[in-house]
């Protein structure tokens, strides 16, 4: 049996820890091809692999969040950095979110940022949450620190499997409590769907305007018809006169 003390594990935590992440300045600024993604991807993250042979990005992948509206489609099998940015995000996000839940957070991304140049851009949103997160950091190895410390005082006088598993419940509890809260956040963004009702009346209404535009038109024609023949009657009174 593998078991490592729990000494060892206290001088492991910052290793095992990974908080790695794509610096902004090196996501690349030209398009590339989902070969080029791929590899990209590989080299800034395969450090946050759990075993050698997983797998942080495939075509499979991207050709699955385009079909599911996560990923804008591609131009002409080029991907743009707003594309790039986007695939990090569900990379992290798909660890403990629904591909609803992710579609849901990251749709107003897509729909008010993407492609966007002047403003508030997908570059500039990434620039502030990556600052951000890395201030975080500091503070998610300080908590896991505290953890490590409750557990060891709880059963300082048993053995290291009763450490580890207390250590593992708390940081699950907190987990668990975290995404519990995620998720109600995410219902806060979220489109609400549309009812039967509601749907009943966007399609009588539009109903009711093609009905109006048929008349309008029908109408036009009416007055077409009846000055294209008062023109005939009047150019044949002219010609009675003379």
């Given at each position: 049996m593998n078991q490592k003390s729990f000494t060892e594990i206290k001088e492991l935590m910052n290793e095992w820890i990974r908080l790695d992440y794509i610096l902004p300045e090196d996501i690349p600024s030209i398009e590339l091809y989902m070969d080029q993604i791929t590899t990209f991807m590989e080299s800034k993250l395969h450090g946050n692999k759990r075993n050698p042979e997983d797998k942080i990005l495939t075509k499979t992948m991207i050709n699955n969040y385009s079909k599911n509206d996560l990923l804008p489609p591609s131009n002409k099998k080029k991907y743009s950095k707003d594309h790039i940015i986007l695939l990090i995000y569900i990379y992290y996000l798909k660890n403990f979110l629904s591909i609803n839940?992710?579609?849901?957070?990251?749709?107003?991304?897509?729909?008010?940022?993407?492609?966007?140049?002047?403003?508030?851009?997908?570059?500039?949103?990434?620039?502030?949450?990556?600052?951000?997160?890395?201030?975080?950091?500091?503070?998610?190895?300080?908590?896991?620190?505290?953890?490590?410390?409750?557990?060891?005082?709880?059963?300082?006088?048993?053995?290291?499997?009763?450490?580890?598993?207390?250590?593992?419940?708390?940081?699950?509890?907190?987990?668990?409590?975290?995404?519990?809260?995620?998720?109600?956040?995410?219902?806060?963004?979220?489109?609400?769907?549309?009812?039967?009702?509601?749907?009943?009346?966007?399609?009588?209404?539009?109903?009711?305007?093609?009905?109006?535009?048929?008349?309008a038109a029908k109408q036009r024609n009416r007055q077409a018809k009846e000055v294209t023949k008062l023109k005939q009657r009047q150019e044949k009174n002219s010609a009675n006169s003379k």
């Open positions: 839940d992710i579609q849901n957070l990251l749709k107003p991304v897509s729909d008010n940022y993407f492609q966007k140049q002047e403003g508030i851009t997908m570059s500039t949103i990434y620039e502030d949450l990556f600052q951000l997160e890395k201030e975080y950091g500091i503070k998610i190895r300080e908590s896991v620190a505290e953890v490590y410390e409750i557990a060891d005082n709880a059963y300082s006088d048993k053995d290291d499997y009763l450490k580890t598993l207390t250590m593992i419940t708390l940081l699950s509890y907190d987990i668990y409590a975290k995404k519990q809260l995620v998720e109600h956040l995410i219902d806060t963004i979220a489109v609400k769907p549309t009812s039967k009702e509601e749907l009943k009346e966007v399609k009588d209404s539009i109903k009711q305007k093609e009905r109006q535009k048929k008349e």
